[in-house]
């Protein structure tokens, strides 16, 4: 059989599987759930095109993967076959530890990062495939000695963000996130064993740092965008503790397990991974369409609004909210809703979000001059400017009024 097979992306147009065992980890049910969990959570409540999916997002970092290795290879950089393919293996399951809706329930359904079950999730691969996945793992680990393999997978310029910010600014329509890719991978080199950017490039890393500054306000966290996102994560909170409390019936398997174990348990967690692996989008979209016409108020509400798109009032400011403003709008809200004002308070959320473009102290991005000399970016861009973390706190509460 062919395993070489061509895909067809609407991004980049023809990605090709450059190795078999590529083909036969796109095919396993693992990777082909990826489908199933969209990129972008519910932002596609503000950008109705945002509904690609991890699996379209994996397969464009490959593409990615494969552009960058040859560039490399033709500027003298080592890199045997073997590692060619591990490196590849890493980027397409860099996401296969992704639950549903992605960023949108981080650390909801199960305890950790999704980077954590990442790993798990590749060592159990790892072990279907008869090992041949070790190498692909210790570079996704960073415990290869050419650290700039890692660099590919994982690190400020790497192919993870080139494709997420090029295909995130397609399907979303707002262009200004969109990168010159290929001109920032054209000006890849390995020195020194690590990756760096040549000189003649540095216009075009500048507006990728301008891209995903602009991406993560217009459109990561967007306020319609955090105002759905919020209300999930209070739908997913209030269902769980409800089901835990016996009331709510009608819940997915894999959900149920979800709901009930904790990954701290370390003797739960082979029981939680074969859960995980089941879940995706459909379970949540079912639970929240069953929760429409269940008798809980708070879980009712959250769960209309997000189906029939009633989204809260978002409210953002460079300060946290004073307690008297809180209850001044829970009182506020409960008189046009004649709603209990202690129910009110559970519909009240409140947070924040940070934002950081470059982090300079944690992964330098290293540019290669022309005359040979090595440089930090922090000595030739403005560092304030894309180093500098911006805080937002908001109020997410329901509207009053049409």
Request: glycine content about 6%; some cysteine; charged content about 25%.
């Amino acid at each position: 059989m062919n395993k070489n097979k061509i895909f067809n992306d609407p991004v980049y147009g023809f990605v090709s599987i450059h190795f078999e065992i590529l083909y036969d980890l796109i095919q396993h049910p693992y990777f082909q759930r990826l489908r199933r969990i969209t990129q972008l959570g519910m932002t596609h409540l503000t950008y109705p095109g945002a509904v690609h999916t991890r699996f379209h997002h994996a397969l464009g970092a490959l593409h990615l993967m494969n552009m960058t290795l040859d560039v490399l290879r033709q500027k003298g950089a080592e890199i045997s076959d073997a590692e060619a393919e591990a490196a590849s293996i890493a980027i397409l399951l860099h996401d296969i530890g992704h639950g549903p809706f992605s960023h949108a329930l981080e650390g909801r359904l199960i305890e950790t990062h999704h980077e954590v079950i990442s790993a798990h999730l590749l060592d159990i691969l790892n072990k279907q495939f008869g090992g041949r996945l070790s190498l692909g793992i210790s570079i996704f680990k960073n415990t290869y000695p050419k650290k700039f393999l890692h660099q590919l997978i994982s690190g400020q310029l790497d192919l993870d963000r080139m494709d997420y910010l090029n295909r995130d600014s397609f399907y979303t329509g707002v262009m200004e996130g969109k990168i010159g890719f290929d001109r920032i991978i054209k000006m890849l080199r390995v020195e020194n064993g690590h990756l760096m950017v040549e000189e003649k490039g540095i216009a075009s890393i500048e507006k990728f740092l301008v891209a995903r500054k602009i991406m993560y306000w217009q459109v990561y966290l967007h306020k319609t965008v955090l105002s759905a996102e919020t209300m999930l994560i209070g739908a997913i909170e209030r269902a769980k503790r409800l089901f835990r409390e016996g009331g709510l019936k009608g819940v997915s398997s894999p959900l149920a397990i979800l709901f009930t174990q904790n990954w701290s348990d370390v003797q739960a967690q082979p029981l939680i991974l074969e859960a995980f692996v089941q879940l995706d989008d459909v379970d949540i979209m079912i639970l929240l369409k069953n929760s429409i016409h269940y008798n809980d108020l708070i879980l009712n509400t959250l769960a209309q609004g997000l189906i029939q798109r009633r989204l809260f009032q978002v409210r953002l400011s460079n300060n946290p909210a004073e307690t008297a403003d809180k209850e001044k709008l829970m009182e506020d809200i409960a008189q046009a809703t004649a709603m209990d004002k202690k129910l009110v308070g559970d519909l009240v959320y409140e947070g924040q979000e940070q934002v950081e473009i470059y982090n300079g102290k944690k992964d330098q991005i290293k540019i290669y001059g022309k005359d040979g000399r090595t440089m930090d970016l922090n000595e030739i861009l403005d560092s304030d400017y894309f180093q500098k973390t911006i805080t937002k706190y908001y109020l997410c509460y329901p509207r009053i009024g049409s």
